[in-house]
């Protein structure tokens, strides 16, 4: 099992920047995907990048060219720098663990963007 901690949400302004730490109870050198994920109220919770054990990425459409995931397997976190921020990235972001078949979310934390 492994517990995920966010933190680095809050309030920033259209085009500003934010970065998002996800730090997990254990290490996670062995887990092979982790990432984060967004649910905007009234809406589902969908995929906005992950990345594999040995550090390949994958992003949503909607975040390409501003977002970008990284992990510290030593350090036993995984981040996710956000830039150019748009009023529709607010939302509550959850880190994301996939060791098997069983995956694990931390509590989230929000990010809102004004405009």
């Known amino acids: 099992q492994v517990h995920l901690v966010e933190s680095g949400g809050g309030l920033v302004q259209t085009g500003g920047s934010l970065r998002l730490s996800c730090a997990a109870s254990r290490r996670i050198v062995s887990i092979a995907l982790m990432g984060w994920y967004q649910q905007a109220p009234g809406k589902q919770r969908e995929l906005v990048a992950t990345i594999t054990r040995t550090g390949t990425s994958n992003y949503a459409d909607s975040v390409k060219g501003r977002f970008a995931i990284s992990r510290d397997n030593g350090k036993n976190m995984v981040y996710l720098e956000m830039n150019s921020l748009k009023p529709e990235d607010t939302a509550v972001y959850y880190c994301?663990?996939?060791?098997?078949?069983?995956?694990?979310w931390g509590q989230g934390t929000q990010v809102t963007v004004s405009s």
């Open positions: 994301y663990a996939l060791e098997g078949y069983r995956a694990y």
